[in-house]
Structures are given as C-alpha cells and as structure tokens.
C-alpha cells in the first residue's frame, strides 16, 4: 500500500498553474466570443493583436511561458503581453469548525503594457472574468480541496514600466483563498 502526500500549498500552486495553462486560452476565446455576440458591448478592434484573446503566443510558446510561480522574472515580464504571477500570498488556520485544516491564499496576477486607450482596462476586466470562470467549480481539482472564495487585488499602474521607461505597465490581479 503506497503512501499519500498531504495535500498543501506547494501542490495546491501546481495545480492552480496547470488548471490555467490548460484552460487559460479556451476560457480566454469563450469571452471573446460572448462579447462579440452583445452589440452593446465595446468593440475591441483586433483584439487578438492586443493580446487579449491568448496568453503567450499561440504560434510559438505556450500560456506557461508566459506564467511564473512565486515570483517576477524580468526576461518573461519583459517579453509577454500579459504576463502572469501565480504568488503565494498567504496561510493561516481555518475556523474552529474546521478544525485541523489550513487557509491558503494564492494572488494571481496579470500584468501588461497599458496603451493609455482604455484597452487595457477592457482586456483586464476579461482576464479577471475567465480566472473567475476557471476557479468557480473546483470538482475534480487538488484532493482535499474543500472550499474557495476570492477577492479582487486592486489595479496598479506603474508608471514608468519597471524596465522600459517609455511604457507604463497595468497590472491587476484576483486573490483565491482555499481551505485545505
């Protein structure tokens, strides 16, 4: 009989970062598809230029190229548009209920080169919904994996972009945080 490893942080951000290479685009695609379909919503002109409808680029690399965990790579946030943090924001000890268990907060967050045209926002506000989409039903993800709830991590604009001064960078995020 084999032995089982504790469910815990460190997998539970595995995990959350494969659920999003695997479904990050699809998701991503969906919503475009649905905005398309409202005349009432904002008409994005070539949306999939801006890099709204991928994360990374579909020809040459995969959305995990543009992803890294626990922390900022200059060369990846320097070369993708967005680029994504899966951080580690957090643990503490679930109620008393729930006794034994463990809180886990993880921060996903994008960030992109904000054009100053309002695409930006536009383009986050569809992020923020497919990250929301993903996590909403969390069957068959992380074993002992029993509840979620999420918070919205305010936008921030640096201004001037951390590596290149003549660009300034748009970053926001969604807070998950998960009982264990």
């Known amino acids: 009989m084999g032995v089982t490893a504790k469910y815990d942080a460190e997998r539970l951000m595995t995990d959350i970062k494969n659920k999003i290479v695997a479904n990050i685009n699809t998701k991503l695609l969906e ?3 649905d905005k398309a379909k409202d ?3 904002l008409v994005i002109p070539d949306f999939k230029k801006l890099g709204g409808g991928v994360l990374g680029d579909a020809v040459v ?7 890294d965990l ?3 790579n200059a060369a990846k946030m320097c070369a993708y548009d967005p680029y994504m943090i899966i951080q580690f924001a957090g643990a503490g000890i679930a109620d008393v209920q729930e006794m034994g268990r463990e809180i886990v907060e993880i921060a996903i967050i994008f960030s992109l080169i904000d054009p100053h045209d309002y695409t930006g926002e536009f383009r986050m506000n569809r992020y923020m919904r497919a990250i929301k989409e993903l996590f909403e039903s969390m069957s068959g993800f992380g074993t002992g994996c029993v509840s ?3 918070t919205q991590i305010l936008p921030y604009l640096s201004n001037p972009d951390y590596w290149e001064d003549n ?3 748009l970053t926001w995020g969604r807070g998950l945080k998960f009982t264990l």
């Open 31 to 33: 919503i475009q598809t």
């Open 70 to 72: 626990m922390g900022i």
């Open 39 to 41: 005349a009432t919503n």
């Open 167 to 169: 660009k300034k960078r």
């Open 61 to 67: 690399s995969t959305p995990e190229d543009a992803i």
């Open 148 to 150: 979620l709830s999420s």
